[in-house]
């Protein structure tokens, strides 16, 4: 039954990328370009990559170390600079070869797509979707808002576990005045794992949001979310959250804003239904052109129909530079998170990181970047857990079509749970060939 569930995910995933690829690319190009400028937009490219991790599946004992092969070939898709359309496709297959254990070994596509339409110029419509296919043992975070490097709180520690994920996220904009936005979002996102210990589910969540400037200092943002989440264990879940935010803008370089953020859970039975409160106050500020800064502090309190809840601060300190050859980054989360749709499904989690990166430009050709984090995580099981990160980058262009990189990383987790600690060195070594 299991691989039935499966199989039936992976059609539904290549048939919604077969259609985006043959919508978006086929018929706005023939109907807006000529054969040699679709041509132009193609980008195929082929990427070697040579991997080496001392615990691949971030095991506390018994530790498997081995390396790792992947060959991808892909194709790039562009025509961002449309007036009335945009696209950006990348999608790659490949296979991963591990030279020590080839039991593990295992297909990985995987893909991106933002792809937009411009119906007037105050209505818009706009399709987003990812596609990975991966035995990562701690999966990258995959919203769009993200930050770069963070990953979910969930973690396969000990085995392979082999999933798929697929998100897509259709969308309508209307712009009724400058600065004044109605939109309507949609996402569907489908988590299926092939090791039977971990779990599959799916959410279908509703968004529609409203920004609304009644003059050029006061402005307003309500936004309101309806998800539905089905398990294949566990209860099944009704969310909603909505979100009231008032902004004034003192002058064009520095804003105020007070926020206050309400969500229900509600569970089927024996699931714990809670809500939880957050107010927050907040200030956004351009200290220079190249030099931005935003602070979000507040407190939160969540409210369990059976047991006792929990509360804190909750905080949102973000710095960011861009020079000419140089961009910085730092970060300072805190308050709370929801770990749904994964793995693992935590839930409700108090939730603490601290991140920061620089990435430089050495010359034309060659490019290097470090980032770490630190992050304290406190679930309702009681499970306590440190966890922290370095990476670093180096990308050399040694031609038009041919770039090296090389990634070498370290991570730690400590846990207060028997089994739950691990470390891992790993090293990746990448060559890319574009057309």
């Known amino acids: 039954m299991k691989s039935k569930k499966i199989d039936k995910v992976k059609r539904v995933a290549w048939a919604i990328w077969i259609f985006f690829i043959l919508f978006f690319i086929g018929v706005p190009s023939f109907v807006y370009a000529d054969i040699n400028d679709i041509l132009r937009k193609f980008h195929p490219y082929i990427t070697v990559q040579e991997e080496y991790s001392n615990n691949i599946f971030l095991a506390d004992r018994n530790k498997i170390n081995d390396f790792i092969t992947t060959i ?220 931005t800064g935003s602070a979000q502090v507040g407190y939160f309190w969540q409210k369990p129909d059976q047991g006792s809840g929990t509360r804190g601060p909750s905080y949102n300190l973000n710095f960011r530079k861009s020079a000419e050859r140089t961009t910085y980054a730092l970060s300072f989360q805190g308050g709370y998170t929801e770990d749904y749709f994964t793995a693992e499904n935590l839930g409700f989690t108090k939730y603490y990181r601290t991140y920061g990166t620089i990435m430089h430009r050495l010359t034309d050709k060659w490019n290097v970047g470090l980032t770490g984090s630190l992050e304290r995580s406190i679930n309702n099981l009681s499970q306590r857990d440190w966890t922290w990160g370095i990476w670093g980058n180096t990308s050399y262009l040694l031609s038009r079509w041919l770039t090296i990189s090389l990634e070498p990383s370290y991570r730690e987790n400590r846990s207060n749970f028997s089994g739950r600690d691990y470390s891992e060195y790993r090293g990746i070594f990448r060559i890319t060939a574009t057309y």
Do not use: C
Request: glycine share 6%.
């Open 72 to 291: 991808n070939p892909g194709l790039r898709f562009s025509a961002l600079e449309e007036r009335t359309y945009g696209i950006d496709l990348d999608f790659a297959t490949g296979y991963a070869y591990h030279v020590k254990h080839k039991e593990y070994n295992y297909f990985r596509p995987s893909g991106t797509l933002n792809a937009w339409y411009a119906m007037t110029p105050r209505l818009t419509f706009r399709v987003r979707d990812y596609l990975i296919r991966s035995d990562a043992a701690r999966e990258q975070a995959y919203t769009a808002d993200t930050l770069t490097d963070q990953f979910l709180l969930s973690t396969v520690r000990g085995q392979q576990a082999v999933y798929i994920r697929n998100v897509v996220e259709p969308s309508v904009q209307y712009q009724f005045g400058r600065g004044n936005l109605i939109s309507l979002n949609y996402r569907n996102n489908i988590y299926h794992n092939q090791n039977p210990l971990f779990e599959n589910s799916q959410e279908n969540t509703i968004n529609p949001r409203l920004t609304y400037w009644f003059n050029i200092k006061n402005g307003v943002t309500l936004e309101y979310f309806l998800t539905l989440g089905n398990y294949e264990r566990s209860p099944d879940q009704l969310g909603q959250r909505a979100n009231a935010r008032y902004t004034y803008r003192f002058d064009p370089r520095l804003s105020f804003f007070g926020d206050y953020e309400f969500s229900k859970q509600d569970f089927k039975s024996p699931g714990i239904d809670y809500d939880v409160h957050r107010p927050t106050f907040g200030i956004e500020y351009k200290f220079t052109p190249t030099l």
